[in-house]
């Protein structure tokens, strides 16, 4: 019995989440082709459904079609990866100067409990990554939202958003950035609380340069050179 379009939009919905968490968590690592008859074995579900998810998937930007090759998880450039970077500071760092303004007690509160959550997550997995889950449970998703700028979520929770959970994901296992993460996001919340719009740009701009100094620094990148604010 073949599923109704319900079914098969419920099922596609579920997949292309198990297939997300398991390219950002490295499982389906960067580069790697992509066989639909495995996937379908692998997650118990029927062609229609996998291909509406591998649709959704290629929409996120975390696989790409080529002609005579097929379908490949993305793998980026380094160049391109610290071309992310650099957009999200200077993106995020706005974003985190208008939550400072914009956020409400109720959100900030809500922001605080998250990070207490989190904490119990990297001590569980001893400081060994720092994995957040999309959306709302995603500290960088939540100052976006806090911005109330809908050209901001626009940009930074759809066209770039899980490709960076990827790459923030992968280049925090086994490190000690877990940790400063962490304690940097506490940091970032209280000058938000202060009511404090430079001080919470200048806090999260820090921390993502942070962040991409981390992947410079495990790809062994010669960090460009721009002048003292590079």
Same mark, same amino acid.
């Given at each position: 019995?073949? =599923? ?8 596609? &919905?579920?997949? /292309? ?7 950002? $968590? ?11 008859? =495995? !996937? #379908? ?20 930007? !975390?696989? =790409? ?10 793998? %980026? ?12 500071? #200077? %993106?995020? @760092?706005?974003? /985190? ?8 007690? *109720? ?7 998250? %990070? ?5 997550? $990297?001590? *569980?997995?001893? @400081? ?7 959306? &709302?449970?995603?500290? +960088? ?18 066209d770039l958003y899980h490709l960076v959970r990827m790459y923030r994901y992968q280049f925090s296992v086994s490190s000690s950035r877990p940790k400063r993460a962490l304690?940097? +996001?506490? *940091? ?7 009511? &404090?719009?430079? !001080? ?6 820090? +921390? ?10 495990? !790809? ?5 050179? =721009?002048?003292?604010?590079?």
């Amino acid at each position: 019995m073949s =599923e109704s379009p319900i079914e098969s939009r419920t099922l596609a &919905d579920k997949v /292309c989440e198990q297939i997300v968490t398991a390219i950002v $968590v490295g499982d389906i690592p960067p580069g790697q082709k992509i066989s639909e008859p =495995e !996937l #379908a074995r692998t997650y118990g579900i029927s062609r229609g459904p996998l291909r509406e998810a591998m649709r959704r998937l290629e929409g996120l930007r !975390l696989i =790409e079609r080529k002609p005579h090759v097929g379908a490949r998880v993305v793998k %980026l450039s380094i160049k391109e990866l610290i071309e992310i970077y650099r957009v999200r500071e #200077a %993106l995020e @760092g706005m974003a /985190c100067r208008m939550a400072a303004e914009f956020m409400t007690e *109720q959100e900030i509160d809500a922001l605080r409990t998250l %990070l207490d959550e989190h904490e119990r997550s $990297v001590e *569980q997995l001893d @400081g060994r990554s720092y994995f957040q889950k999309e959306g &709302d449970l995603d500290f +960088h998703y939540r100052i976006v939202q806090g911005s109330k700028n809908e050209k901001l979520l626009e940009l930074l929770g759809s066209d770039l958003y899980h490709l960076v959970r990827m790459y923030r994901y992968q280049f925090s296992v086994s490190s000690s950035r877990p940790k400063r993460a962490l304690k940097e +996001h506490r *940091q970032i919340v209280d000058a938000i609380e202060a009511r &404090d719009p430079e !001080l919470a740009e200048m806090l999260m701009r820090r +921390h993502i340069s942070a962040a991409r100094k981390n992947i410079e620094a495990k !790809l062994d990148v010669a960090p460009h050179r =721009e002048g003292k604010h590079g």
